[in-house]
């Protein structure tokens, strides 16, 4: 079937905006048909029904199987004294729907997403569920264009920094951790002390020291008592960790 010209200037936009993406994250798809499927949305493929076109919800189901295991697995390494019960929380606080919205976002996903008409006009390029949907299918893409140590390695690049940098911490239980790790060695007693109040009633600042056998392992800040200590017991098994490597 022969495309029109504003046809043409539409796929000619397109394509474009695939392969400035492709270069943007370092990644070129062999087979860039799955990279435009993972960015169809149902509305795109019900408007253009006389061309082949295939939505991106096949992908998604299996983006999202491979987010749970390639998440598990870092977690899983990183986080030696974390329980099953606080693996699971966590690994839900990254893979969940405002979490990977966020990843998207920052992507620039929502641009490139195929979308029929009404969608478009009623604002699906920044609907959240429809942003964390592409993620998922790009995802899924990803890992039958290049397999899973490519998904790993986007993932080291734009996700795993995120967990490394604390961005997940409000479910993080560190306090447990610590002393789970303490008890298992068997190696003493773990304090800790509020050293500092800062700023006005409705705005305070709390530091807070964790210390083993007398010992300084951690300082940590937060808004209330009970951050601060938990962000001290962070850098106390951050430092017990690189003390053991």
Known sequence: ?????????????????????QNSIGIKFNNEKLLRQAFTHSSYVNEHRRKPFEDNERL????????????????????????????????????CEPSLVTFAGELGFGKLILLGKGEEM???????????????????????????????QFLEKY????????????????????????????????EYRILQEKGPAHNKEFVSRVTLNGEELG??????????????????????KSKRS
């Open 122 to 152: 009623t604002g699906g390029r920044e609907r959240p569920a429809l942003l964390a949907d592409v993620f998922e299918a790009f995802i899924g893409a990803l890992y039958l264009d290049k397999g899973i140590e490519i998904v790993i």
């Open 60 to 95: 998604e189901f299996l983006g999202d199987a491979v987010l749970e295991l390639t998440i598990s697995h870092f977690l899983f390494k990183k986080y030696p004294t974390m329980t099953e019960g606080e693996l699971t929380k966590l690994r839900a606080a990254v893979v």
């Open 219 to 240: 300082i940590g800040t937060g808004k209330s008592k009970k951050e601060a200590e938990q962000h001290a017991a962070q850098m106390a098994l951050e430092v017990l």
């Open 1 to 21: 079937m022969r495309r029109n010209g504003k046809e043409k200037d539409f796929y000619h936009s397109a394509n474009e905006k695939f392969k400035e993406f």
């Open 159 to 190: 996700v795993f920094p995120k967990i490394d940098a604390g961005a997940f911490s409000h479910v993080m239980d560190f306090k447990s951790q610590l002393q789970e790790l303490i008890q298992r060695d068997g190696t003493g007693v773990i």
